[in-house]
């Protein structure tokens, strides 16, 4: 199949592009951001018609949107832009794949909880109370996606690190190796995600859709035009566990200097203090607690998640040294 990866230069889009070098599919990645050296096609996709071209010149069956606009406090006054890029990109994108009844799969985001007091998991049903622009805007995505009534899978996820670009992870492997003290919060709780683990994961998805696809065409001998997929809905995918941002930076540290990672002599000098929320001020409240329940993504497609602090470990790994 032909698939098209949007937001391809950003951390999961990076990610995607090893993974498809395991695949037999041909991938196409495409972004507005052109980095030198990487092969990438120009695509805004806020422009319908252009999504459109896209689809069709390349006969399209499979959209990974990895593309968003991910700034937290800055959306608060973009409030317009951020409803563009993470609302109606996404229905564009929802459109013209419907128009060729291929799949969407949309990446979503934790933060549309965390308004209501939460201290269990959060499952796939459970009704969207974004504290900000940003998780209300994914949300908007989400909803915008489902209306169009394409073949699509929505996955939910959090706390996205990599060794690509800017995340927590480096913020603190850089920060940890510059400054004396660091506080940081521990009154929000998560979970981590290896961005690689969560390209893996759609890369099970793709497989289970091409399968249906091949048993469709081969019971009823039609196009893939006539095709519906059957797992159709929204998805939770993180790591494994439960930790604050304070745990997170803990364990950054800890496997920073086991690793001996560059600067790892004086990561082990600095001394990481738990703080509150309200130590920060910020524009937007973020989510207290918003834990996402994985057990629906892991059943029915059979996408085994590994614990946190374990792809933790291969990312800090990957990065020795840089």
Known sequence: MNI???GANGQLGNEMRIVAKDSADKYFFSDVNQVEGVETIYLDITDLDAVRKMVADHDINIIVNCAAYTNVDAAETNELLAEKLNAVAPENLAKAIKEVNGLLIQISTDYVFGKEPYNVPCKEDQQGTPTGV????????ELRIAATGCNHV???TAWLYSEFGRN?????LQLTATKPQL?????????PTYALDLAKAIA??????KSEVRSSLAAHRSQLTAHGYSKSGIYHFSNEGVCSWYDFTKMI?????????????L???CDVQPCHSNEFPSPVTRPSYSVLDKTKIKEVFGVQVPYWTDSLKQCIANLRGC
Do not use: N, P, W
């Open 134 to 141: 940003y998780g209300l805007t994914k949300l908007h995505g």
């Open 183 to 191: 506080k940081v919060v521990f009154d929000q709780v998560g979970t």
């Open 253 to 265: 540290q800890q496997i920073a200097v086991a690793l001996h990672v560059q600067g790892s002599s």
């Open 168 to 172: 927590f992870c480096k913020t603190m």
């Open 204 to 209: 099970v998805i793709v497989e289970d859709y």
């Open 267 to 269: 990561m082990a000098q």
């Open 4 to 6: 098209l990866v949007t």
């Open 154 to 156: 929505i996955i939910r």
